[in-house]
């Protein structure tokens, strides 16, 4: 019990001293987890526990449409690209659909694979 409390105030620290751009990163791993829960539930055949999961991904990639800083010409592809995501997730639990899930997990992987190198490339530069 006290290792389980330990993780959760390092969880809690690392989100409270997060930069921005981290919280991001850690946005798109949680989606990423969501959504790989969501496929192994289906597979299991718990269809409460895949909706649950495919749930929470929709509203991390909600959360994102709304944060679009739309200045900037790049949102509104990011912003087509969030609002299909959205469409599919929704997609994918109405038919509990396994292969839409992993469709999607590989754009949300890509997507988080290029905010990673984004931010890496942000840091050598500002060195």
């Not at 987890?33 to 409460?48: V, Y």
């Not at 109405?94 to 290029?114: G, S």
Request: charged fraction near 30%; hydrophobic fraction near 40%.
């Amino acid at each position: 019990m006290a290792l389980s409390s330990a993780y959760q105030t390092y969880k809690n620290n690392a989100i409270l001293t997060a930069t921005p751009q981290e919280l991001t990163l850690m946005l798109y791993d949680g989606a990423l987890k969501f959504c790989n829960q969501a496929i192994k539930s289906i597979e299991a055949g718990r269809i409460t526990e895949a909706h649950r999961y495919i749930v929470r991904t929709e509203d991390i990639i909600e959360e994102f449409q709304a944060t679009l800083d739309k200045k900037y010409p790049i949102s509104k592809e990011l912003d087509s690209l969030y609002e299909y995501i959205y469409r599919r997730l929704v997609e994918a639990n109405i038919k509990k659909d396994k292969v839409i899930l992993e469709e999607v997990y590989e754009l949300i992987k890509e997507l988080r694979d290029t905010w990673k190198e984004a931010m890496k490339l942000a840091k050598t530069q500002s060195v």
